[in-house]
């Protein structure tokens, strides 16, 4: 627990919370002792691995086998560690870089495949472009694209889950480029009216697109809102994951036990391009990228681990292999499937097709089958 | 049965919803310890407590996107925004988010919840106290709309709404809260009458709110809301003129009734279909190109619309505005002798 912990009054600061400096250096023993090795060797696999998922994918679409994709790469920490420090019962509404909450909350890794290619498996029924999926099974809520409107509606679960007596809480994910959206302030205020236990993590990855930080906000940190809206505000090293788990946990443990929300800033940096429809080199310069490259979320943990004699370069090489022929495999299997049936297009609209949508169901389906469609089913 | 306005209504129904279902909650401006502006909501937050009826922050982005949080998670949110003009902070949340999360979510996340918003002229409220902005939110796909127009409707259409698996937009007509037409309240009207316990009215079912006498040239009217008193008014006019009105209270727009609808028109053959909003892309114009999709082989007269203009709302000069009985009579006119 954090000093800031030691009153109900809610207190932002922004010393950020470091746990393993960028070199492996344990600066925080008491904590990492917290967090069993096995545990702690399974988060950097988990991590290693979706370096290895989202260059792989990056690939696929360069060759045109993907519409679109979008990586977490340096950001991992920031998906991986709040997932890792969370409970079964709560809820998660990320935004769109956050692979790591449904991979370690157990969604099927086949099925997030799926997703990427919208096939007849995939979990939104091939609606939505890649990346945007859902897990309901894991409370992890659907992706939208227009970036913010989940903030609000994490502070309604939130609330929805204090009302009932539920033990649980909302964590809602985003970029610090979300953060001049109305609906960013919008939440937080309502989160502070309400007492919600509510958990806004904005994960401060430099730029939104191409526009930098500096033009994103003349304030110096983003966890600095959060005293306007008198929840409790924190920065951490996003790029170090025990610290993320340590100031998610202890956010959770505000939200539960009644004292409200907090806003995490967790600084970090997207040395992924913003997408694959994106070029960084326009807007950045490559010391700045080698500089966070050294900061590198993976890099520090596995110097510990290595320290520990965890983990070693024939277990690196191992799950670097294992892991490209993992998403290389379902891929393929991805690629093998039909196209969703058509009647997913008229279904889930409302809870029944109304009378209009099967009328024009019925006349796609006369379409198709004239043969004058631009559509070749699959 | 009781004799209800509308207000007195929708807050029966309110009431009742809450006291049968403690998963049901209340929020939005003003509604709480005040009753909202409209007094819609008088009376809940004494019985039901501040956190089942919240009065939240004066942000409407923050109502439905709260709402849709609640919602998702399972408890069932019954959102007011104060006036629909000021419904567009939460448009975004509500086309973008509310209509599409079934859907986005392959069906993982259905998001029932209501909204309950004011809609009309007629109250003196200038350009941001008196738009129709129903034709922007049927068509986004996903949102049930509905436009009751009497107490006994709001109360069974908001008891519906709240049962159903689907969001749904209840469209109040603000102006006739209180009465059906000015100086007139809802106690001699038999639509006043409502039953005190919990009944619904079918999403999707039009009501004929004035069936065809058999004298005189027949002719379909097509409206909902506040409108229908106007062309109700119109009828009995036209009536003196040999004109047989049968008139079309949809009652839901979405989905709309559409074998009532046809089941008219192809009957009288001459159709005059009313609403308050604008007339460009407002929703008279879907209901021309359903009705003359469907009926062309039975019409008789172009279809006809009476419309607000294509202007925003005016303050002094909203009585010249809004569509009255001399225009809808005018329309009737014109359809009946045709030729």
């Known amino acids: 627990m954090s000093d800031n912990l030691g009153t109900t009054a809610p207190h932002v600061s922004v010393e950020p919370v470091s746990v393993m400096a960028p070199d492996g250096t344990v600066l925080d023993q008491d904590f990492v002792d917290t967090i069993p090795e096995a545990d702690l060797v399974a988060l950097y696999e988990a991590m290693l691995a979706q370096r290895v998922y989202d260059d792989r994918m990056i690939k696929m679409q360069r060759q045109g086998r993907l519409g679109f994709y979008l990586a977490c790469t340096g ?107 109305g609906d960013f302030h919008v939440g937080l205020n309502f989160a502070g009216v309400w007492k919600a236990p509510a ?38 090293d996003g790029n170090d994951i025990l610290a993320v788990i340590k100031v998610v946990r202890e956010a959770a443990e505000w939200g539960r036990a009644g004292h409200g929300a907090t806003l995490i800033e967790a600084k970090t940096y997207r040395i992924a391009a913003h997408s694959t429809s994106d070029d960084p080199t326009s807007y950045r310069t490559r010391e700045e990228e080698a500089h966070w490259g050294e900061r590198c979320p993976l890099k520090r943990l596995r110097a510990y681990l290595e320290t520990k004699g965890l983990w070693d370069e ?3 090489q191992a799950c670097i292999t294992a892991s490209s022929e993992r998403v290389i495999s379902a891929l393929g299997v991805a690629e093998g499937k039909p196209h969703p049936d058509l009647d997913t297009v008229f279904d889930d609209v409302f809870a029944e097709r109304p009378a209009h949508l099967q009328a024009q169901y019925s006349e796609l389906k006369a379409h198709l089958a004239s043969g004058q469609s631009a559509y070749k089913p699959k | 049965m009781a004799k209800m306005n509308i207000i007195q209504a929708v807050n029966d129904a309110l009431h009742l919803a809450m006291k049968s279902d403690d998963n049901v909650v209340v929020l939005g401006e003003d509604v709480g310890k005040f009753g909202g502006v409209f007094r819609a909501t008088v009376g809940l937050q004494a019985e039901f407590g501040e956190d089942r009826v919240i009065d939240t922050p004066l942000a409407e982005a ?16 019954v959102a007011e925004i104060q006036f629909s003009d000021f419904i567009f902070p939460a448009y975004d949340q509500i086309v973008n988010e509310l209509a599409k999360y079934r859907y986005r979510s392959g069906g993982e996340y259905p998001c029932p919840m209501v909204i309950r918003t004011p809609v009309g002229g007629g109250i003196r409220g200038g350009h941001y106290h008196s738009q129709s902005p129903e034709s922007l939110f049927v068509h ?79 002719v379909t009217i097509i409206t909902y809301g506040a409108m229908v008193h106007t062309c109700g008014k119109a009828a009995e006019e036209a009536a003196k003129e040999g004109i047989d009105v049968e008139l079309v209270d949809l009652r839901s727009l979405q989905p709309y009734d559409l074998d009532a609808i046809v089941a008219s028109a192809s009957k009288t053959g001459r159709v005059v279909i009313a609403n308050e909003a604008p007339r460009m892309c407002g929703y008279a114009a879907e209901m021309s190109a359903v009705v003359t999709e469907h009926c062309f082989d039975w019409l008789e007269a172009p279809v006809t619309r009476v419309t607000g203009y294509d202007t925003p709302f005016p303050y002094t000069l909203e009585f010249a505005y809004l569509p009255d009985t001399g225009r809808v009579l005018k329309a009737l006119r014109d359809v009946a002798t045709y030729a």
């Open chain 2, 62 to 77: 923050g109502i439905i996107g709260a709402a849709i949080g609640m919602a998702l998670y399972g408890v069932k949110a």
């Open chain 2, 140 to 218: 986004h796909a996903g949102l049930v709309v509905v436009a009751p127009s009497n107490p006994y409707d709001a109360k069974g259409l908001l008891l519906a709404a709240i049962d159903s698996p689907d969001p749904v937009m209840v469209l109040e007509p603000k102006r006739i809260y209180r009465g059906p037409d000015h100086g007139k309240n809802w106690g001699s009207h038999p639509k006043g009458e409502v039953p005190e316990a919990h009944f619904t009215v079918p999403i999707g079912k039009a009501a004929i709110a004035r069936e065809l006498t058999g004298e005189g040239t027949p």
């Open chain 1, 314 to 316: 024939a277990r690196e």
């Open chain 1, 75 to 181: 950001e991992e920490a920031c998906s991986y560690g709040p997932a890792y420090a969370l409970q079964a019962q709560d809820w998660f509404y990320p935004a769109y870089r956050e692979p790591g909450i449904a991979l370690w909350r157990g969604m099927p890794f086949q099925a997030w495949i799926d997703n990427m290619v919208g096939n007849c498996d995939d979990p939104v029924k091939g609606r939505q472009m890649p990346v945007h999926w859902t897990a309901r099974a894991q409370n992890i809520v659907s992706i939208s694209s227009p970036v913010g409107t989940q903030i609000p509606q994490c502070v309604g679960s939130a609330y929805a889950a204090k009302l009932r007596g539920d033990d649980a809480v909302s964590i809602c994910f985003f970029g610090e480029g979300t953060s001049s959206e």
């Open chain 1, 199 to 236: 958990i806004f993590f904005c994960r401060n990855n430099g730029y939104a697109i191409s526009t930098p930080y500096e033009k994103t906000t003349a304030a110096k940190h983003i966890a600095l809102r959060a005293h306007g809206y008198g929840i409790r505000g924190v920065v951490v």
